[in-house]
């Protein structure tokens, strides 16, 4: 697709510095300006809130590059409140809301939550792709690191058992894999250990293991 509706640079500028995107890895947690994060955590941040609604993915249903689902974004509390009553987003259940995290990872979006300045845990998490959503973006298309916080895992690559068949290829949002002449290639500087790449390998040659050096990509 053409990049006539891509993002430009001054509008992915703007709101960089009102919050801070932070990966969430399937079943890891991760670390993150004291926030530790995973599903378990999650579950544990969905149930301690009071109203939790979903929405559609405002930036895939502006930009239109994919064909990923919508229906994904989770807000929680007084953001929930909002979206609900200016008819953006419904009320659901835990068990909805668990099933939106699901289904978004099936189709290779990562999952982020969104921390405000000066709240101490998410209002709202989404599920990203890098053509569309404005953080990944930014952080993919040009190179803004500080979008997007990385998660302190970092996946690892069995090449002994590893088929090159590309899967991971296209499932990774942050451009870290790619085959070259029918050899894969992973480049771990650029993974932020959302975990996706993994549970589509038809081999099992990829897991998730602690970062070394946490501060590599952020």
């Given at each position: 697709?053409?990049?006539?509706?891509?993002?430009?640079?001054?509008?992915?500028?703007?709101?960089?510095?009102?919050?801070?995107?932070i990966t969430i890895p399937v079943n890891l947690k991760i670390e993150s300006h004291q926030q530790i994060l995973d599903l378990a955590e999650m579950e544990e941040i969905l149930r301690?809130?009071?109203?939790?609604?979903?929405?559609?993915?405002?930036?895939?249903?502006?930009?239109?590059?994919?064909?990923?689902?919508?229906?994904?974004?989770?807000?929680?509390?007084?953001?929930?409140?909002?979206?609900?009553?200016?008819?953006?987003?419904?009320?659901?259940?835990?068990?909805?809301?668990?099933?939106?995290?699901?289904?978004?990872?099936?189709?290779?979006?990562?999952?982020?939550?969104?921390?405000?300045?000066?709240?101490?845990?998410?209002?709202?998490?989404?599920?990203?792709?890098?053509?569309?959503?404005?953080?990944?973006?930014?952080?993919?298309?040009?190179?803004?690191?500080?979008?997007?916080?990385?998660?302190?895992?970092?996946?690892?690559?069995?090449?002994?058992?590893?088929?090159?068949?590309?899967?991971?290829?296209?499932?990774?949002?942050?451009?870290?894999?790619?085959?070259?002449?029918?050899?894969?290639?992973?480049?771990?500087?650029?993974?932020?250990?959302?975990?996706?790449?993994?549970?589509?390998?038809?081999?099992?040659?990829?897991?998730?293991?602690?970062?070394?050096?946490?501060?590599?990509?952020?």
């Amino acid at each position: 697709m053409s990049e006539e509706n891509d993002w430009t640079e001054e509008e992915l500028k703007k709101d960089v510095n009102s919050m801070t995107a932070i990966t969430i890895p399937v079943n890891l947690k991760i670390e993150s300006h004291q926030q530790i994060l995973d599903l378990a955590e999650m579950e544990e941040i969905l149930r301690g809130s009071q109203l939790i609604a979903l929405g559609n993915c405002g930036c895939r249903k502006k930009r239109q590059k994919c064909s990923a689902p919508l229906d994904v974004c989770l807000s929680l509390d007084r953001d929930a409140e909002e979206f609900i009553s200016n008819g953006t987003s419904k009320k659901i259940s835990l068990e909805e809301a668990l099933d939106a995290l699901k289904r978004s990872h099936e189709a290779g979006l990562v999952h982020i939550a969104y921390i405000t300045a000066g709240v101490e845990k998410p209002e709202m998490v989404c599920s990203c792709c890098s053509c569309c959503c404005w953080s990944m973006s930014a952080l993919v298309r040009l190179g803004m690191q500080n979008v997007v916080v990385a998660s302190s895992s970092i996946a690892l690559d069995n090449p002994e058992t590893c088929s090159n068949c590309g899967t991971c290829v296209e499932r990774c949002q942050f451009k870290a894999r790619s085959l070259i002449n029918g050899e894969m290639k992973y480049d771990e500087k650029r993974c932020f250990g959302c975990g996706v790449c993994i549970s589509t390998c038809p081999t099992q040659s990829i897991s998730l293991v602690k970062r070394l050096h946490p501060a590599m990509n952020q």
